[in-house]
């Protein structure tokens, strides 16, 4: 994960962690996002589909990321909440591709909770996050 403003901590015996980190080290500007969910900007869903939230979730988190002058690389962490966690198992592939393109390849330390609904009916998927933008970009 070079590159990347912040130091991701894993223990040397531990098997890697893929698609994830266990901790994350950073200094500068905290952004802690809200939870948000795979509407557009005019709170509409488009799609009912997993993948397809998802995608729209996160294309909204790098909105709200830059925003507070923040990029998808200032992300040290991310809390997932899933109406259907054998939906997000079954598309692993798709979330992946789609992780990818619209974050790349950083992954912060993350969590994944299955809950019973969110507030919105038709949300399948609702992301916190939070944002480290280092005092001085290297």
């Known amino acids: ?17 893929r698609g994830y980190s266990n901790g994350v080290a ?6 802690f996002l809200g939870g948000l969910i795979g509407w557009n900007g005019e709170q509409e869903f488009e799609t009912d589909d997993f993948v397809g939230q998802v995608a729209q979730t996160l294309r909204n988190i790098v909105a709200v990321l830059e925003e507070g002058g923040a990029r998808p690389e200032h992300l040290v962490r991310m809390t997932w909440y899933v109406t259907d966690k054998q939906a997000y ?9 789609a992780y990818r393109d619209i974050l790349g390849k950083h992954y912060p330390a993350m ?7 969110l507030v919105e009916d038709r949300a399948l998927v609702e992301i916190e996050a939070t944002a480290v933008v280092p005092d001085t970009e290297d």
């Open 1 to 17: 994960m070079s590159g990347s403003p912040h130091e991701f901590l894993h223990p040397k015996s531990w098997k890697p962690a």
């Open 89 to 97: 198992l079954d598309n692993l592939a798709g979330l992946g591709a």
């Open 111 to 117: 969590a994944l909770v299955q809950v019973a609904a």
């Open 26 to 31: 950073a200094r500068g500007r905290l952004l």
